[in-house]
């Protein structure tokens, strides 16, 4: 029974000489089949990060460090282009168990139907 002919992972060309396992024909085959995997994942990485600083910027810029317990409305907020499903962490207050959501530095936390307070980091 003869080998099944080994052909490369990235151009499909066959493999004539190495170890058995070998799955590419040469370097740069293999550079490029890794990096065309790593493009894929970081393009959705990126996607999601950029979701965070716009979420991270509209929250800076409704944010007024005179008025904390000022109140923002969902719709102001949306608005504005905020996406409530991205963010970086939740934080629980140790004396009032508020929960707020943070985008990096940036968090709110529902305090009425629909309307939120907005703080800076602790």
Excluded: W
Excluded at 92 to 113: A, M, Q, S, W
């Amino acid at each position: 029974m003869e080998p099944t002919p080994r052909v490369c992972l990235h151009c499909g060309k066959p493999i004539k000489n190495g170890r058995q396992d070998r799955k590419f024909c040469d370097e740069a085959c293999k550079n490029e089949f890794h990096n065309q995997v790593k493009l894929k994942e970081y393009k959705e990485m990126r996607k999601v990060d950029l979701l965070l600083k716009k979420n991270r910027r509209v929250l800076k810029r409704l944010f007024n460090p005179k008025n904390e317990k000022a109140l923002f409305a969902k719709e102001l907020m949306l608005k504005h282009g905020f996406e409530f499903e991205y963010h970086t962490h939740i934080v629980i207050t140790k004396t009032l168990k508020n929960e707020f959501t943070f985008c990096y530095d940036y968090g709110y936390r529902p305090v009425e139907k629909d309307r939120y307070q907005i703080i800076k980091s602790f």
